[in-house]
């Protein structure tokens, strides 16, 4: 993914080093993102059997978007190309999540038991989520509102009291779950389950997350590293080399599990894109899928 250079104490590279760097990691970011796109276009006409298939097709679709945003943040090495590290390490950092969200929904090779405990749980965290989202409007429910809410989230705790990986986890694990209020998985826990290099993408995360916040390490030195002002400069290339390598990597590694999910997929894409090249213009398919709740 990225070398040694991510380290406190980062290589002596020479700007024509970094450069170098850069346009490779972007290169080879165009190409995964031209094969994730036929894919996911090849997968659109694909009937979804399992809600693993419709998860992966949604979250697929969602990285391939996200990955086009950092293609056009991340620019060419031109003297009027408008530079932001920080947005393309939020949206990276993004691009992360979206795919360990992907891998815990779908690629895990989990038992069928396990799989649909996590479906529940996705459904309890998108339901407190909602609930808290629209709760900061002020607005109260009305009788019938409060009634619908409730009998939602009573219908997720039979599911889950009836599942029975959730029902045998220890009490207080169960009702934070049933609660819904975090993210139904440990970051870490997840990762390890991957062939992810731990180390590095906990790094990259955390500098990632620094930016996406507005963190100190964010804008500290700024003027005496040269970075931040929008113009190319030897740290912002650097570290935007670092976030397209990791960007290349996740996106490889989704598309090589979506492949998993729809075999034939790349092969249709790419003789749709063929087509719409004679045709001059782009054709459009449907999604089947069956019913996730």
């Known amino acids: 993914m990225v070398d040694d250079t991510t380290s406190g104490s980062p290589a002596k590279l020479t700007e024509v080093q970094v450069k170098d760097k850069y346009r490779r990691a972007r290169r080879e970011f165009a190409a995964d993102i031209l094969r994730a796109q036929h894919v996911s276009r090849g997968a659109g006409g694909i009937r979804c059997e399992t809600s693993q ?79 808290k989202l629209f709760g900061e409007s002020g607005k109260p429910d009305d009788d019938a509102e409060t009634v619908a809410k409730a009998a939602v989230h009573d219908d997720l705790v039979r599911k889950f009291n009836a599942n029975s990986y959730l029902s045998s986890l220890p009490e207080r694990r169960q009702k934070e779950l049933i609660r819904g209020e975090k993210t139904p998985f440990v970051q870490d826990d997840v990762i390890e389950r991957t062939t992810i290099e731990k180390t590095n993408f906990r790094f990259l995360y955390r500098l ?64 749709m894109e063929t087509s719409d090249a004679k045709s001059g213009g782009p054709s459009r398919q449907k999604k089947q899928h069956v019913k996730r709740r």
């Open 53 to 131: 298939h419709y998860w992966a097709s949604v979250l697929f679709t969602r990285m391939v978007v996200t990955a086009k945003t950092i293609q056009v943040l991340t620019p060419d090495l031109q003297p009027t190309a408008h530079w932001d590290f920080s947005a393309v390490a939020s949206i990276t950092r993004n691009l992360a999540e979206c795919y360990l969200f992907f891998y815990f929904l779908c690629a895990d090779d989990i038992p069928q038991v396990e799989k649909d405990a996590r479906g529940i749980l996705l459904y309890l965290h998108d339901n407190a989520s909602r609930r």
């Open 208 to 271: 990632f997350s620094q930016h996406t916040h507005t963190g100190p390490v964010a804008f500290y030195r700024m003027a005496e590293h040269g970075r931040g002002h929008g113009f190319q400069n030897h740290q912002d290339t650097l570290f935007m080399t670092f976030a397209l390598d990791l960007a290349s990597d996740l996106m490889r590694r989704a598309t090589s599990d979506v492949l998993d999910f729809f075999p034939n997929a790349e092969t249709l894409g790419t003789g």
